[in-house]
């Protein structure tokens, strides 16, 4: 049996070239909140199925090896299902079940493309690299997985890892794949860059999958890098209408997605420079604060035209949200009648725009929260809904 599995070599990782450096070194390292350890999962459940006699390849001696693994089978909610092969090392069928079961919530993770040829995984201690490959993915829980769990990007590296498991087969030598590098000339990483034919595909997909569907949660400087080294490397993976459930769903437009931030007055004006949008947590019990995120959203003004009538203006820095604006009026309130009371043009201090605004019965569904913090500094809260992915 051929062993073809992937693993991160430093050197390799960090060699610069001579010419047109790439702009990153690995594309596994680049933000660890491309998928977080609280997104989603299709892990739906693991079956312990006894022991039994399994090939499976330790990088720790670098052969393929016979083992009486504890086997598990696990099943996920979009239809997949792998069997987890444990080294008898772990010592027992409950700390193989743990381990099992972790790593398999966090291949759930990944989109169903890169599990569609994923028939196996091999768990082994030991200080060594992930790997891809064979229709499987080999994983060492020694000192670099929890390196990897230490810096966040464990998901990453395993979405690396299936690229190589699910799409290199069909992709890694695809004509249109080939003609996309030599489209582009460039190369996102020097890893990629040195082993065009072995790691591009997989350096190219992350950023590609940051920039399509994470915009978000990932800085200008990659999604620019993105754009411009890479663009036809792009189109063909968008052209792959790849399922990538759970972390991408049809619904994934229609979530409620808040835009918050202060800003200042200038005139009748309410300016926020520096928008943001936060995610990384969930609701109830599991609400961690130190999970929480913060990614920058864009811009956006509210001027003010009446007691109860203002029109927004917005640009966002991801292109899904664009720019845009429209009126706006407001629930009734005591603010505005006291706004009223004393006229628009002569109206004291700058709470009487607190309260909610919205733009009429045609955004009826969404709407804006404004308050006015000590020192007349204004906060908005935006309630709306997800871009389209």
Same mark, same amino acid.
């Given at each position: ?9 430093? /050197? ?25 350890? *609280? ?30 693994? #504890? ?7 979009? /239809? ?67 390196? #990897? ?22 992709? $890694?030598?695809?004509? @249109? ?66 399922? +990538? ?6 619904? $994934? !437009? ?5 835009? *918050? ?5 200038? /005139? ?11 995610? @990384? ?17 864009? !811009? ?7 007691? *109860?009538?203002?029109?927004?203006? #917005? ?12 009126? +706006? ?26 309260? $909610? ?33």
């Amino acid at each position: 049996m051929r062993c073809r599995f992937i693993a991160f070599s430093l /050197g390799a990782l960090f060699a610069v070239g001579a010419v047109a450096a790439p702009p990153y070194s690995g594309t596994v390292f680049l933000d660890p909140d491309i998928i977080l350890a *609280s997104d989603p999962s299709a892990f739906a459940g693991l079956t312990p199925a006894g022991r039994g006699q399994r090939q499976m390849f330790d990088r720790r001696v670098n052969v393929f090896a016979s083992f009486d693994a #504890y086997l598990f089978q696990a099943a996920y909610s979009d /239809g997949a299902s792998v069997e987890v092969q444990v080294n008898p090392e772990f010592g027992s069928a409950s700390d193989a079940q743990t381990v099992a079961g972790f790593y398999a919530h966090a291949i759930g993770q990944l989109p169903r493309a890169l599990r569609e040829r994923l028939r196996t995984v091999w768990i082994h201690k030991g200080d060594e690299a992930f790997g891809g490959g064979n229709d499987n993915l080999l994983i060492h829980t020694g000192s670099i997985a929890a390196q #990897y769990l230490a810096d966040g990007i464990l998901e990453e590296v395993l979405l690396h890892e299936a690229v190589h498991t699910s799409l290199d087969p069909a992709h $890694a030598a695809a004509p @249109g794949w080939l003609a996309a590098q030599q489209a582009d000339g460039d190369f996102i990483s020097t890893y990629g860059r040195d082993f065009p034919g072995r790691e591009d595909l997989a350096e190219s997909f992350l950023p590609w999958f940051a920039a399509r569907h994470r915009p978000e949660r990932i800085d200008t400087t990659l999604r620019d890098n993105v754009a411009r080294v890479m663009p036809a490397r792009s189109a063909y993976f968008e052209g792959l209408n790849l399922d +990538l459930r759970p972390t991408v769903t049809d619904a $994934a !437009s229609n979530d409620q997605y808040w835009i *918050s931030g202060v800003g200042r007055f200038e /005139g009748p004006t309410l300016i926020v420079d520096e928008a943001a949008s936060t995610f @990384g947590t969930e609701f109830g019990a599991g609400f961690d604060a130190a999970r929480v995120r913060y990614a920058d959203w864009g !811009s956006l003004q509210i001027r003010f035209t009446s007691c *109860s009538g203002a029109v927004l203006e #917005y640009a966002a820095t991801d292109p899904r949200f664009g720019s845009g604006g429209y009126p +706006l009026s407001r629930l009734p309130s005591a603010a505005q009648r006291r706004c009223e009371s004393q006229g628009f043009a002569n109206v004291s201090g700058k709470d009487w725009i607190v309260g $909610a605004w919205f733009g009429g019965d045609t955004r009826s569904g969404e709407g804006l929260l404004l308050e006015v913090l000590e020192g007349d500094v204004p906060f908005v809260a935006w309630f709306t809904y997800g871009a389209p992915r």
